[in-house]
């Protein structure tokens, strides 16, 4: 009824996961006693099933539900990890794998709900798991997930008594159309509208004397202020903050908040990241405010995840010390803590929800004090949460279309922008082809000022066709135009392997930051370069392009080709430019001389 076996009997790889008739038929039923128990009440639940009776499903009810069970590619049980299968299902939702133990044994589990029995059955064309109940396809939205699960009762009351729910209940963008021709096949089939919540459980609010939603109100006026007191759907009201600061545009399963290793990339990660060296990313939430969420490898906490992780004694703001270091809790661990606890989902139509350890609070003297005062490096492409809702970031390669991501301009016609995967830092980053004229916005960084540098890939010898770019900030030119043909070996840039140097290249960063270039950082290998530490390929380099006041508001960065691009031809054929990450590094860190800026 799903139309599928005509495609199952061709060649490819899949995986599907397997309940058996009984297993369906009970699940038909329990669906439908779900729907008719609620149906009356002030919040009726819709699962799509109406009737007991297997055969009186809807043709759309069966293809959802066939479809859920079907990933295109091969997995084995060996390559489950904690967190989402690096490719969604046929109904482009994520499948979140965690374990659970009981006396008798040990089960994977698919969002918290279906236990694999008995896998890894090889066959032509794919892999199949037997599985003990079909998977439950979540048509909630993110708020109503929250409120389907009494323990984040308080957190749900935040969100109905300011209207939130409202904001993270879309989950499509109908206006975007797919373009035709030959870029058009690799461009995105849709544009789904995603959303990442950290949650605290009511027990965790208990902890700091909260227990209604006055308590809450008192407790987020206590940080954010009485302005607009009472007027809790207005965005400048304490409690909308609170909660507000707790979104982010997106879906960030907790195997790729940082980059890790899954699915698709296991094999570049192991080549690329060089062990011992923190994982970490920033992401603007939907208060307008910037959370960076840590995963400490240099620590003895390397197993966990933080939010607004603290590497002072002490933080800049005592009264933070119980709200930095948030840990976001994995789906395994979080289902044991207790009982009520254990059949929790964190997946939604429109996102996926983290249970948090502490209450998470955004302080603006702690965040630019502390978290925030340090050199910030932003990966490009974790920047637009366009990729990450639609399974591109971390995944595959993509053409952009123009309006695609809102953090995106693009000028004139003959300007692609595509994302590529295991490239560089992060694994990816953002190529450029063509006459490429295009722009990204700038996350809300704190208001101070900033040297601003670029990643860079560069030749190892002089290039006999010239390639210029300009670089704007908020649409004025920015510095002189940026030769992209200069050689590494070259007196313009002046690269020289440490080694070969008499002092480890301390004096020869200092020449190089004279020249306005610096080396790539010494926390990941280069690609390019039989993998490498990026610090010693004379490929990788930084580009110092400017120092600049920022102050609070939008800001953009415009890339903008001069010259003609190097190669005719196709699009595939014609990449002029590759942009990884950008770096934010607050002028006291770099002039202090008592303490030289790391290389890491």
């Given at each position: 009824?799903?139309?599928?076996?005509?495609?199952?009997?061709?060649?490819?790889?899949?995986?599907?996961?397997?309940?058996?008739?009984?297993?369906?038929?009970?699940?038909?039923?329990?669906?439908?006693?779900?729907?008719?128990?609620?149906?009356?009440?002030?919040?009726?639940?819709?699962?799509?099933?109406?009737?007991?009776?297997?055969?009186?499903?809807?043709?759309?009810?069966?293809?959802?539900?066939?479809?859920?069970?079907?990933?295109?590619?091969?997995?084995?049980?060996?390559?489950?990890?904690?967190?989402?299968?690096?490719?969604?299902?046929?109904?482009?939702?994520?499948?979140?794998?965690?374990?659970?133990?009981?006396?008798?044994?040990?089960?994977?589990?698919?969002?918290?709900?279906?236990?694999?029995?008995?896998?890894?059955?090889?066959?032509?064309?794919?892999?199949?798991?037997?599985?003990?109940?079909?998977?439950?396809?979540?048509?909630?939205?993110?708020?109503?997930?929250?409120?389907?699960?009494?323990?984040?009762?308080?957190?749900?009351?935040?969100?109905?008594?300011?209207?939130?729910?409202?904001?993270?209940?879309?989950?499509?963008?109908?206006?975007?159309?797919?373009?035709?021709?030959?870029?058009?096949?690799?461009?995105?089939?849709?544009?789904?509208?995603?959303?990442?919540?950290?949650?605290?459980?009511?027990?965790?609010?208990?902890?700091?004397?909260?227990?209604?939603?006055?308590?809450?109100?008192?407790?987020?006026?206590?940080?954010?202020?009485?302005?607009?007191?009472?007027?809790?759907?207005?965005?400048?009201?304490?409690?909308?903050?609170?909660?507000?600061?707790?979104?982010?545009?997106?879906?960030?399963?907790?195997?790729?908040?940082?980059?890790?290793?899954?699915?698709?990339?296991?094999?570049?990660?192991?080549?690329?990241?060089?062990?011992?060296?923190?994982?970490?990313?920033?992401?603007?939430?939907?208060?307008?405010?910037?959370?960076?969420?840590?995963?400490?490898?240099?620590?003895?906490?390397?197993?966990?995840?933080?939010?607004?992780?603290?590497?002072r004694d002490l933080p800049y703001n005592f009264e933070m010390r119980n709200h930095?270091?948030?840990?976001?809790?994995?789906?395994?661990?979080?289902?044991?803590?207790?009982?009520?606890?254990?059949?929790?989902?964190?997946?939604?139509?429109?996102?996926?929800?983290?249970?948090?350890?502490?209450?998470?609070?955004?302080?603006?003297?702690?965040?630019?004090?502390?978290?925030?005062?340090?050199?910030?490096?932003?990966?490009?492409?974790?920047?637009?949460?366009?990729?990450?809702?639609?399974?591109?970031?971390?995944?595959?390669?993509?053409?952009?279309?123009?309006?695609?991501?809102?953090?995106?301009?693009?000028?004139?016609?003959?300007?692609?922008?595509?994302?590529?995967?295991?490239?560089?830092?992060?694994?990816?980053?953002?190529?450029?082809?063509?006459?490429?004229?295009?722009?990204?916005?700038?996350?809300?960084?704190?208001?101070?000022?900033?040297?601003?540098?670029?990643?860079?890939?560069?030749?190892?010898?002089?290039?006999?066709?010239?390639?210029?770019?300009?670089?704007?900030?908020?649409?004025?030119?920015?510095?002189?135009?940026?030769?992209?043909?200069?050689?590494?070996?070259?007196?313009?840039?002046?690269?020289?392997?440490?080694?070969?140097?008499?002092?480890?290249?301390?004096?020869?960063?200092?020449?190089?930051?004279?020249?306005?270039?610096?080396?790539?950082?010494?926390?990941?290998?280069?690609?390019?370069?039989?993998?490498?530490?990026?610090?010693?390929?004379?490929?990788?380099?930084?580009?110092?392009?400017?120092?600049?006041?920022?102050?609070?508001?939008?800001?953009?960065?415009?890339?903008?080709?001069?010259?003609?691009?190097?190669?005719?031809?196709?699009?595939?054929?014609?990449?002029?430019?590759?942009?990884?990450?950008?770096?934010?590094?607050?002028?006291?860190?770099?002039?202090?001389?008592?303490?030289?800026?790391?290389?890491?």
């Open positions: 009824r799903a139309q599928l076996l005509s495609l199952l009997n061709t060649y490819g790889q899949y995986t599907l996961f397997l309940p058996d008739n009984n297993a369906v038929e009970k699940y038909v039923q329990e669906q439908d006693s779900i729907y008719h128990a609620t149906k009356d009440s002030d919040d009726p639940v819709w699962t799509g099933i109406i009737s007991p009776l297997f055969e009186d499903l809807t043709d759309s009810m069966a293809i959802v539900i066939a479809r859920t069970h079907l990933i295109e590619k091969n997995y084995h049980t060996a390559e489950f990890g904690e967190g989402a299968i690096a490719k969604w299902n046929f109904n482009d939702r994520s499948l979140v794998v965690s374990y659970k133990v009981t006396d008798e044994r040990f089960y994977i589990m698919l969002n918290n709900g279906s236990a694999i029995i008995d896998g890894d059955y090889d066959v032509e064309n794919g892999v199949v798991h037997l599985i003990d109940k079909p998977i439950n396809s979540v048509k909630t939205t993110i708020a109503e997930q929250i409120a389907t699960h009494d323990f984040f009762g308080l957190f749900h009351s935040a969100m109905l008594a300011t209207g939130f729910a409202d904001r993270v209940a879309d989950d499509t963008d109908f206006s975007y159309k797919k373009p035709e021709g030959e870029l058009g096949v690799l461009a995105p089939n849709k544009k789904y509208i995603r959303f990442t919540a950290f949650v605290e459980p009511d027990e965790v609010f208990n902890k700091y004397g909260i227990y209604t939603l006055d308590d809450l109100k008192t407790f987020a006026e206590k940080w954010y202020g009485s302005e607009e007191k009472g007027n809790n759907r207005n965005p400048k009201n304490a409690l909308y903050k609170f909660v507000a600061y707790h979104f982010v545009e997106g879906e960030l399963p907790y195997n790729r908040i940082v980059y890790s290793r899954s699915g698709s990339n296991e094999d570049i990660y192991d080549k690329i990241f060089i062990p011992g060296y923190d994982l970490y990313n920033y992401y603007p939430t939907m208060l307008g405010k910037l959370m960076k969420v840590l995963k400490p490898l240099s620590t003895t906490e390397a197993q966990n995840i933080y939010i607004n992780y603290n590497k930095l270091d948030v840990r976001i809790i994995e789906l395994t661990e979080f289902t044991q803590m207790d009982k009520k606890y254990a059949d929790f989902v964190p997946t939604a139509a429109n996102g996926i929800i983290h249970p948090i350890d502490k209450i998470l609070i955004y302080n603006e003297d702690e965040m630019v004090g502390n978290i925030l005062n340090e050199r910030i490096r932003l990966d490009v492409a974790s920047l637009q949460p366009e990729l990450s809702s639609n399974n591109i970031w971390q995944t595959e390669f993509k053409y952009i279309p123009d309006g695609y991501c809102k953090g995106i301009k693009k000028y004139g016609t003959e300007n692609y922008v595509m994302y590529s995967i295991g490239r560089a830092y992060m694994c990816d980053g953002i190529s450029l082809s063509n006459y490429y004229d295009w722009a990204f916005k700038l996350p809300p960084l704190p208001s101070k000022t900033y040297e601003i540098r670029m990643s860079m890939l560069i030749s190892t010898v002089d290039n006999t066709k010239k390639h210029h770019f300009q670089i704007y900030f908020d649409d004025k030119v920015c510095g002189l135009p940026i030769d992209h043909s200069v050689s590494a070996f070259g007196e313009k840039v002046g690269w020289v392997d440490d080694s070969r140097t008499y002092d480890d290249g301390v004096e020869l960063d200092k020449q190089m930051r004279n020249r306005g270039w610096m080396k790539a950082p010494d926390t990941y290998n280069a690609y390019y370069e039989r993998y490498l530490p990026a610090r010693h390929s004379p490929l990788y380099v930084r580009k110092i392009i400017t120092s600049k006041h920022l102050v609070d508001g939008e800001h953009w960065i415009r890339f903008r080709l001069l010259t003609t691009p190097f190669t005719g031809g196709d699009f595939n054929t014609t990449i002029t430019g590759f942009l990884d990450y950008i770096e934010f590094v607050p002028l006291h860190i770099i002039n202090d001389p008592t303490k030289p800026e790391d290389r890491h």
